[in-house]
């Protein structure tokens, strides 16, 4: 029994001398552990660096501050080497210094590039820094100080969902903009458009944000002659249809931004026919004559698609209404996609300005809606039928049921 | 005496039409000449001789005919989809939409099919429960009951094994979780899964083998103990429930008075699957994709959802055993306890009220009533 107890005994002791013997190997981190004491001011980066990727690849206080984090007293800590808080004039440099050495950063990360302090100086916010600009944007600004996260967790400041709050901190501020006679509405304008809508809405990370059109580190807005091809990163098809119009030659010659002359910037609405002549937002009228022919043909083709617009979605609606019967309807369903892919066609083929083409492709979606009207009635009397079934047969076995049961019972009667 | 073939009856019948009229008509001639082949008369003459008890729990004993009817229904429409279901992972998706959109009749075929599978097994239930609570599996239909509940096990495999068909998500996830259920089961849990997926995952085996299962295993395990059930019951006769006075029992002929209180019964479950067709017909759903994640709130059918609770709702260790294992041991044992009834109910063997069966019986009707009602009640469970 004295024996047992004796081993138990020696066994917890173990345990404990070997667990104190792992938490005496740990690296530690004075700094953090001081800092984690004081007031919220000197607490919260401490607090922030948790988390923070450096952190995760076991960089500590001292990578960015200097001094010696293992030192236990203050005097041994804050040695020579110790900086304190870098200047905002250091802070790329400082950020470079492991960012743009290839030999660090493979240790680490070896996907990750290397080019960003190059790209830096090239920007707008670059330039303005090299000249001894301290309030334009600057690492930390974008990425925080203490608790830096990768781009691809939603915490990240430089999150797609989190990039416009970002950029805006400092572009949506009208008394620091003044100074670079820049406007201060640019945040509330994205946030009202098409592409804040898919990005925040539909929540699809792949809509653009403020870094989508202007660069990640060479950040620098797109001049006159770049806007189209920002744009045709993602929009191919609506740019290269406007490159073989009679437009781009005219735009060109004039000056004009391609896209932005009829889509705007920033403020990016969903795409409309309501742009088009005498609709609710005429773009035309910029630059066209009421009066003339081909302000009169781009009407004409707003009022065909305003019907055809009208006609698919009558369509739609009679599909939905079918469907709720009960109908197995999928190949109507399809049909109609596929006359909404032809009407979208039609559409986009206003970049082109080829009314025979726009004409063309109306009518293939004409044609599918007329079959489609066929499936729809169709569809229709089967519905009726079944009801009408539904009627005839119930009424049947009801009035069976009620037969039988008149027989039963005249039956139960007559027995003893 | 023969039941059946009795030359002398048939003779008689001849004697009589020709005593009756010189010259039969066709029709009758043609029905003394099946007559003779058959000797249907024999099988007349018992039918008419067939009596069931009448007293005043008798509604209960329609649940059993209700149970044959809906079955006739399956085996019909079963058949009929037969001839345009492929079962293939490919096709099987595509031949469902084609059944409910382009053959003629056929999105009724499929929902009535649907429909009545769900009605069949709540109407097994009922039977089940109103033959427990009424003690009818007393000796010596102790056979008679035990084929039951297997019919209950064969029903609910024909359920499972169906569900998976249509080769629709919601039921491809169900399946999954169904089969990972399965193999849970301590000992042969594993091999069993592997030998029900024909593999480690849900695949093309898998529907291959669910197919064979729903369309030739299942079908005749369920006409060889419905035959036997039926067989009982024509030897046996319908239970006469304990405790009922024996003047308030009165027998009536089978035929013609019970069976057509069978058939108004009837008419008005078709009438109400005809309804139940037209306005909500089964859903196709959206086609399985493997590769997909798992949509939330993926149940099986109901009528396993009792059990699919319980397994949510029990921690994932009991007394240092896995929570899931032991659930699933106590299902197993509870099935067996409830199967062998007849030999532990010794009062019953007696003709005596047995209250703590009945309240076995009840406490088992409120257990799976309530963690249905959960299921559906409480989703995100």
Known sequence: MKRNLNQTLGLILCFFISINWLFSQTKKNTCLDCHLQLEEKLASPAQAFKIDIHANYGFDCSACHGGNSEKEELEEAKDKSFKGIPSRQDIPKLCASCHSDPNIMRRYNPNIRVDQFDLYLTSHHGRAWTKGDTKVALCTDCHGAHGIQSASMPQSLTFAWNIAATCGRCHSDNNLMKNYGLPGQQEEDFRASVHAQALYEKKDLSAPTCNDCHGNHGATPPEVASVANVCRQCHPSPASLFSRSPHKAAFDEAGIAECQACHGHHRIEPPDYELLPKGKKDVCLQCHNENSRSYEEGSNLREKFMALDAQLEKVSFKIEKIAQQGIEISEARFLSQQAQSEFLEARNLIHSLSLAEIEKKIKESQAIIEKLSTLITEAEREARLRKTGLIVATLFLFLLALALWLKARQLRRKRP | ?381
């Open chain 2, 1 to 381: 005496m023969k039941p059946w073939g009795n030359q002398n009856l048939l003779r008689n019948n001849k004697q009589e039409t020709s005593e009756l009229s010189l010259r039969p008509k066709k029709g009758q001639k043609f029905l003394l000449y099946l007559a003779e082949r058959f000797s249907w008369q024999a099988i007349v003459d018992l039918a008419k001789k067939k009596t069931v008890p009448e007293h005043p729990y008798s509604f209960w004993t329609y649940f059993g005919g209700l149970c044959l009817f809906l079955f006739v229904i399956q085996v019909i429409t079963g058949l009929l989809l037969l001839l345009y279901y492929v079962p293939s992972i490919d096709r099987a998706h595509e031949s469902i939409i084609y059944i409910m959109g382009q053959v003629k009749f056929g999105w009724l075929i499929r929902s009535v099919h649907s429909w009545t599978a769900n009605i069949l097994i709540g109407v097994i239930f009922v039977h089940m429960f109103s033959t427990f609570l009424l003690k009818a599996y007393r000796p010596p239909r102790e056979i008679t009951w035990i084929t039951g509940f297997f019919l209950l096990l064969i029903f609910m495999a024909f359920g499972f094994s169906g569900y998976l068909l249509p080769w629709n998500e919601l039921s491809f996830f169900a399946t999954r979780v169904g089969t990972d259920i399965l193999g849970q089961i301590p000992l042969i849990g594993r091999a069993l899964k592997s030998f029900v997926l024909g593999g480690q995952e849900i695949s093309g085996a898998t529907l291959s083998r669910f197919y064979w299962f729903h369309i030739a295993v299942l079908p005749c395990l369920a006409f060889l103990f419905l035959g036997i059930h039926l067989y009982l019951i024509q030897v046996q006769g319908i239970s006469r429930p304990i405790g009922v006075k024996p003047e308030k029992i009165r027998e009536i002929p089978f035929f013609p008075d019970f069976f057509l209180r069978d058939a108004v019964i009837w008419s008005l479950v078709l009438a109400l699957i005809g309804v139940l067709c037209v306005f909500f017909p089964w859903e196709i759903g959206k086609k399985a994709d493997p590769f997909a994640p798992t949509p939330l709130g993926i149940r099986p059918e109901w009528y396993f959802t009792f059990m699919f609770t319980t397994l949510k709702l029990v921690p994932s260790h009991i007394l240092g055993l896995e929570g899931e294992k032991i659930i699933l041991l106590i299902f197993a044992l509870g099935g067996l306890f409830w199967m062998l009834v007849p030999f532990w109910d010794r009062k019953a063997y007696r003709d005596q009220n047995n209250p703590v069966t009945t309240a076995i019986g009840v406490a088992v009707i409120l257990y799976i009533s309530i963690m249905t009602l959960i299921t559906y009640l409480f989703p995100r469970l």
